[in-house]
């Protein structure tokens, strides 16, 4: 990898540390102030609203990044960057009169009235969320500080104006208009490079984009459902209060998801570009790298999860959200199923225009989820949620690895991966015994959490160096 792309890796990581540190700050105090059911009720709202973003988005953050990348002069990027931002107009209109009739008919808006009109500005204006127009142009240094400036801001909102469970409306308020104004600004510095209007767009500038969006727009609708129908389900056989506790775990495992596969989307424009140019050996090197990365990553990320999901919850979220813990021990198998599905998505599959491999595999899963969540959830509420969505990802992965086999001639399950999961083994024993002599000799808890962060990164930088030089370096020079 060259200097640019580990700079964007370097920005990237920048914007998603500053959505790790944002939650690492802001949970242990919400959490408190708010408790289980409040933040339930707001987290129900947020995975309702996200079905009908996602399907306002109908892919385009993904496709549009490709689309881009593929434009050679600055008048085709306009005509690009127009066409895709009138579709996205036009589905925020109708994504948001069919959130509307939703959450009306379910009786979403008669129990919380202002909570379910405060989202409809985010489906409408989703028009404006243009990240995927910086990240084509690999301009990863612009979102980082435009994310950085305003997740400042709305920490400063958010200790200022939270004080008490009744202000969950207030702090639906913080993310959602918070979200909105960062979004507005980099729709405006588009706006500067590409105009702010173009005269010269045809509707078969636009239909062309309908095509090769199609299974990307299905692919929204299965995976907007995906996301959702565990949390929707536990707050009809239970309660939000439940969703509460359910969601802070969900939360947790999706911002290390997104942490670790940050390079991901940095490679998209690379990945597309070696696939025009038939570079085929160069982007064969560079997937089968970035897949060593991750799993290698992984690793001690699932194992601390799994040992020490008390300590962390107790961190993150105080001793009321204890009955989640077990589900982060369940959970810790998601990030590894999710984040590699998620990278054979963006650096193979999507490329290679194979979006409707992406859906045909995203409706089996939602097919598992759907299925195991109406069994397990009834019985044994958010355990058996967590359950669910991880059977539904490893569905969802197995069935995307099968298909980049077929279209690779690369060899993921090489020597390299049984040797780090050798020294995964190691790593788990490692902390295992740690977890075991911290809990007999150390009581108090400031002290007990200290040793066990300390432990984790000794250990894991002890396992990342031996797993460099013992397997990765030989890996690196050949390449």
Not at 65 to 78: F, L, Q, S, T, V
Not at 219 to 240: F, M, N, P, Q, R
Not at 360 to 379: D, H, T, W, Y
Request: contains cysteine; hydrophobic residues 55%.
């Amino acid at each position: 990898m060259n200097v640019k792309v580990l700079a964007n890796i370097a920005y990237n990581n920048i914007f998603i540390l500053s959505g790790v540190l944002f939650p690492v700050i802001t949970f242990p105090y919400v959490t408190r102030v708010l408790g289980p059911e409040p933040l339930g009720v707001v987290n129900l709202a947020i995975s309702i609203s996200t079905i009908f973003i996602m399907l306002m988005q109908i892919g385009i953050p993904i496709y549009g990044i490709k689309a881009m990348a593929k434009c050679d002069g600055i008048e085709e990027k306009r005509k690009v960057f127009w066409s895709l931002i009138t579709i996205n107009i036009a589905t925020g209109i109708a994504s948001s009169a069919t959130y509307c009739v939703f959450v009306y008919i379910f009786g979403y808006y008669s129990s919380e009235p202002l909570l379910f009109v405060l989202i409809i500005p985010s489906i409408l204006f989703g028009f404006s969320s243009v990240d995927w127009y910086f990240a084509s142009n690999e301009d990863f240094k612009t979102i980082a500080i435009r994310t950085l400036f305003l997740r400042v801001i709305s920490l400063v909102c958010l200790f200022s104006f939270v004080t008490e469970s009744s202000d969950y409306n207030v702090y639906a308020f913080i993310i959602i208009f918070g979200n909105l104004l960062a979004n507005s600004m980099m729709f405006l510095l588009a706006c500067n490079k590409m105009g702010y209007y173009y005269s010269k767009l045809q509707f078969s500038d636009i239909k062309k984009h309908i095509q090769p969006l199609k299974y990307l727009f299905l692919a929204s609708i299965v995976s907007s459902l995906y996301g959702s129908i565990d949390i929707l389900v536990i707050e009809h056989y239970w309660s939000a209060e439940f969703v509460g506790y359910y969601s802070i775990d969900r939360r947790l495992t999706l911002i290390i998801i997104a942490l670790v596969g940050s390079f991901s989307t940095v490679l998209i424009p690379k990945m597309t570009k070696y696939i025009n140019s038939g570079n085929d050996a160069d982007f064969d090197n560079l997937f089968l790298k970035s897949f060593q990365l991750l799993y290698l990553v992984n690793i001690p990320i699932i194992t601390s999860l799994f040992l020490f999901s008390d300590e962390i919850i107790q961190v993150f979220a105080g001793d009321s959200f204890l009955k989640s813990a077990l589900v982060l021990k369940v959970l810790s198998l998601q990030v590894l199923f999710n984040s590699a599905s998620n990278l054979l998505n963006i650096q193979v599959l999507i490329p290679l225009n194979k979006e409707k491999v992406i859906f045909n595999s995203g409706a089996v899963g939602l097919g598992v989820s759907i299925i195991f969540c109406l069994i397990l959830i009834p019985e044994y509420n958010i355990v058996g949620a967590a359950i669910a969505l991880v059977l539904s990802e490893l569905t969802v992965f197995l069935l995307r690895l099968k298909a980049v086999y077929e279209l690779l001639s690369v060899k993921l399950l090489s020597k390299i991966f049984f040797s780090i999961s050798i020294c995964g083994i190691g790593l788990f024993l490692s902390l295992l015994i740690v977890k075991t002599v911290i809990g007999y000799f150390v009581t108090e808890f400031i002290m007990k959490v200290s040793f066990v962060f300390l432990s984790v990164i000794i250990v894991s930088v002890f396992y990342f160096v031996v797993s460099y030089y013992l397997f990765v370096k030989e890996q690196v020079q050949e390449g």
